[in-house]
């Protein structure tokens, strides 16, 4: 008993040490778009409910691609952990290969986003104004691709403290260029919507080139960057079958999020606006979980290359015990002040601030009620690429969330007449079917590939 409480303890530990930079990183990264909600939201609630649809789908876009990135937690923490940095060099390169493959098809995505916008119900006005956001944003595409490929690789070295002092610095630069160029202070010119993008792209830009330069300057003896357009067939296809299911189970995830903002706009801009600040707030508190599950894929890479079904094991209950004790802090901010975190995105002069404000609060105890579900689906998912299994719950995630969670939230919303709550009562149903499958994926298959033979 003593051993394994000192295994449990020690595993604590290493999770924490890992991922808390990460989670810092995750919130402070998670900010620089909230900014662009909120100052938009003094703005005007048109720009906001606008902003809301468009970075909707900017996300949706990235997400897909990112998963090239993402696939290099589990590989590079393989490889490290083997000794094999050239293995590490070749799975990266082609990451960020697959990384600006992916981008140039986002681009043409979002710069005819408007009869997309029109095509799924939005107003005239939500449409003209997220085309004006995304084809400015889409040029941020490129740099946000490779920064993400850049932080999984750092981080399966156990690299992530630098990363959040990174992105605190691209959060005040941000919110600077953010406040100028929304607002037309210090002589610059009043953009709204256009202007945060453009901060946006800054940003990510900004990013990616002190990523880069860390990387080369910490790994030296990797060169990573040295003849990186040398083509690499075997890494390449690798990345690809390992990437492609992880990007795909995001778009599922967050193509779940969209398309409750895409139905929240059928019911009303006020409620599309109070949904926006609602859903900031909820995936703020949701960065601890990613960047906790990120620490989850590499502590169970490690595990994996050594084919340590055990070692394993302890590492997945001390993942899940993290999350339950967040989720429960969580659980008591948003019961207790769900207004006051609310208000902080409606301008104190809208005429509809108490509207909004009201329709987030009930918004806000839903999403009390589907913490621990939400935590649970991440941290599955991430114990699963850790040991490389990825196609299987990629199926099971879009099982969970389109055949279940979309049907359900439409159901709740338009044919129980629950409106906005009923959209929300809607997500947690398929967060739930994402955590009872995936779960089970793991605990009854995945976790037996590490069994050493």
Aim: proline letters at 3%.
């Amino acid at each position: 008993m003593a051993t394994n409480e000192t295994s449990y303890a020690a595993h604590t530990r290493a999770l924490l040490r890992l991922g808390l930079p990460l989670v810092g990183s995750s919130v402070a990264g998670f900010l620089i778009h909230m900014t662009d909600t909120v100052m938009l939201g003094w703005y005007d609630v048109t720009a906001l409910a606008a902003a809301v649809i468009a970075t909707s789908i900017w996300f949706i876009i990235f997400v897909v691609g990112a998963g090239f990135g993402n696939a290099l937690l589990p590989l590079v923490a393989e490889a490290v952990e083997q000794g094999d940095m050239i293995r590490a060099r070749r799975v990266t390169r082609m990451a960020l290969w697959w990384s600006a493959i992916y981008g140039v098809l986002g681009v043409a995505a979002m710069w005819w986003s408007e009869a997309l916008l029109l095509a799924i119900g939005q107003t005239e006005v939500i449409a003209a104004e997220g085309q004006k956001y995304l084809r400015i944003a889409s040029w941020g595409l490129f740099p946000a691709m490779g920064a993400n490929a850049l932080r999984c690789y750092l981080s399966a070295q156990n690299l992530t403290a630098v990363q959040l002092w990174i992105t605190l610095v691209a959060l005040v630069m941000n919110a600077l260029v953010n406040y100028m160029l929304i607002f037309g202070a210090w002589g610059a010119p009043e953009l709204g919507i256009e202007g945060a993008a453009i901060a946006s792209v800054f940003t990510v830009a900004l990013q990616v080139i002190v990523l880069g330069l860390y990387a080369q300057w910490k790994l030296p003896e990797v060169a990573l960057f040295q003849r990186i357009w040398r083509t690499d067939p075997d890494a390449f296809k690798e990345v690809f079958k390992l990437g492609l299911p992880i990007g795909l189970t995001s778009f599922a995830e967050g193509g779940l999020f969209a398309a409750s903002s895409i139905m929240m706009g059928w019911i009303g801009e006020l409620e599309l606006a109070a949904h926006g600040a609602a859903l900031q707030l909820t995936a703020l508190m949701f960065m601890f979980h990613v960047g906790m599950s990120q620490a989850a894929t590499v502590r169970a890479g490690n595990a994996f290359a050594h084919r340590d079904e055990r070692q394993l094991r302890q590492i997945s209950l001390t993942a899940i015990g993290i999350a339950i004790f967040f989720g429960i802090l969580v659980v008591a901010i948003f019961v207790t002040i769900p207004g006051p975190l609310v208000s902080l995105f409606i301008d104190p002069d809208e005429p509809a601030r108490d509207v909004v404000i009201q329709i987030g609060i009930g918004l806000m105890i839903v999403a009390a009620l589907f913490q621990f579900v939400d935590s649970a689906q991440i941290i599955a998912l991430s114990l699963l690429r850790g040991v490389q299994d990825t196609t299987v719950p990629m199926w099971l995630a879009m099982i969970s969330y389109w055949v279940i969670g979309v049907p359900a939230s439409y159901v709740l919303t338009f044919t129980w007449g629950l409106g906005p709550v009923g959209l929300w009562l809607g997500l947690s149903v398929g967060l739930g079917m994402a955590a009872l499958l995936l779960g089970w994926r793991f605990w009854g298959h995945s976790v037996r590939i590490a069994r050493a033979t």
